[in-house]
């Protein structure tokens, strides 16, 4: 199969972005399943039901969220109604959707996606990552339920996220990391056949401060005073995330190459 997976999307520009090229990447790459990481498409601040139907509309098959899965509040309830929407196994015990989705992918093999938020540095106390996925993974085992099985891990430190690549190391197609919004030079194959990237950066604008616009951040920086709200930048996005081929029988990744597309960054694509 055929995987792309795309890091976080920052406010308008990286809606645009994907709105623009996501389509294009699919036809030109005979992408089977896309999997977007939508948390931020929304003002920088969570994702609301119509900038969704937008993304997935562009050529998302799953779209996963983060810490700020509820920041738009109404989707609270659209989760419940969109199956393609995905949160954190470990955000809240009562938290509305799911957090682990077994897909049909369009050549109709079937994708399992799980995402996890990590407890490193994170602003909220959440539960344990490692064995909510352990647990998810066993439900849709990598190539016998499922023929690849996606892993977003939405978290602050490249020691945990690296931590959790060597966890699914053998149980996961791709285990990669978002939250941070800068690309890592980590890809590899691990042992055991799964694909990783410690972040997969943003989509969004990156002459920015991790996708917001400049001034705000800066002064906080030197002044420690807050005076205005975060903007997210909006001139053109570079399309950040991961490009996986996995093996039809196994599930394990044959292939993986970082995927930078427009914008400011030096440009990647598969090869």
């Given at each position: 199969m055929?995987?792309?997976f795309l890091?976080?999307?920052?406010?308008?520009a990286g809606?645009?972005?994907?709105?623009?090229?996501?389509?294009?990447?699919r036809?030109d790459w005979?992408?089977?399943?896309?999997v977007?990481n939508g948390?931020?498409a929304?003002?920088?601040?969570?994702?609301?039901?119509a900038?969704?139907?937008a993304?997935?509309?562009?050529?998302?098959?799953?779209?996963?969220?983060?810490d700020?899965a509820?920041?738009?509040?109404?989707?609270l309830s659209?989760i419940?109604?969109?199956p393609?929407?995905?949160?954190p196994l470990?955000y809240?015990?009562q938290a509305?959707?799911k957090?682990?989705r077994l897909?049909?992918?369009?050549?109709g093999?079937k994708v399992?996606v799980a995402?996890a938020?990590?407890q490193?540095?994170m602003?909220?106390?959440?539960?344990?990552?490692f064995s909510?996925l352990?647990q998810?993974?066993?439900?849709?085992?990598?190539?016998?339920?499922?023929?690849a099985v996606?892993v977003?891990?939405?978290?602050?430190?490249?020691?945990?996220k690296?931590?959790m690549?060597?966890?699914l190391d053998?149980?996961?197609?791709?285990?990669v990391g978002?939250h941070t919004h800068v690309p890592?030079?980590?890809?590899?194959?691990?042992p055991?056949?799964?694909a990783?990237?410690s972040?997969?950066?943003?989509?969004?604008?990156?002459?920015?401060?991790?996708?917001m616009?400049k001034?705000?951040?800066?002064?906080?920086?030197?002044?420690?005073?807050?005076?205005?709200r975060?903007?997210?930048a909006?001139d053109?996005?570079?399309l950040?995330?991961?490009?996986v081929e996995t093996d039809?029988r196994?599930?394990a990744?044959?292939k993986v190459c970082?995927?930078?597309?427009?914008g400011t960054?030096?440009q990647?694509v598969?090869?």
């Amino acid at each position: 199969m055929k995987l792309l997976f795309l890091g976080d999307v920052m406010g308008r520009a990286g809606r645009r972005a994907v709105l623009e090229r996501l389509a294009g990447l699919r036809s030109d790459w005979k992408l089977d399943f896309v999997v977007v990481n939508g948390e931020n498409a929304t003002s920088g601040a969570g994702l609301n039901a119509a900038h969704a139907r937008a993304l997935l509309d562009a050529g998302a098959d799953c779209l996963t969220l983060g810490d700020h899965a509820f920041d738009q509040k109404e989707m609270l309830s659209f989760i419940e109604q969109e199956p393609r929407i995905i949160r954190p196994l470990n955000y809240a015990t009562q938290a509305p959707g799911k957090g682990a989705r077994l897909f049909t992918a369009q050549n109709g093999r079937k994708v399992f996606v799980a995402q996890a938020l990590g407890q490193v540095f994170m602003k909220k106390p959440f539960a344990d990552p490692f064995s909510a996925l352990d647990q998810a993974l066993k439900t849709a085992p990598r190539g016998g339920m499922a023929d690849a099985v996606i892993v977003d891990f939405h978290a602050e430190a490249t020691s945990e996220k690296m931590g959790m690549g060597h966890w699914l190391d053998g149980r996961a197609s791709l285990v990669v990391g978002t939250h941070t919004h800068v690309p890592t030079s980590d890809t590899m194959i691990l042992p055991k056949g799964t694909a990783f990237q410690s972040d997969a950066g943003m989509c969004g604008d990156y002459h920015s401060v991790i996708g917001m616009e400049k001034t705000e951040p800066l002064r906080r920086f030197v002044t420690g005073m807050v005076k205005e709200r975060f903007t997210p930048a909006n001139d053109e996005a570079t399309l950040s995330g991961v490009y996986v081929e996995t093996d039809d029988r196994t599930g394990a990744a044959t292939k993986v190459c970082q995927i930078r597309v427009g914008g400011t960054l030096s440009q990647s694509v598969p090869v």
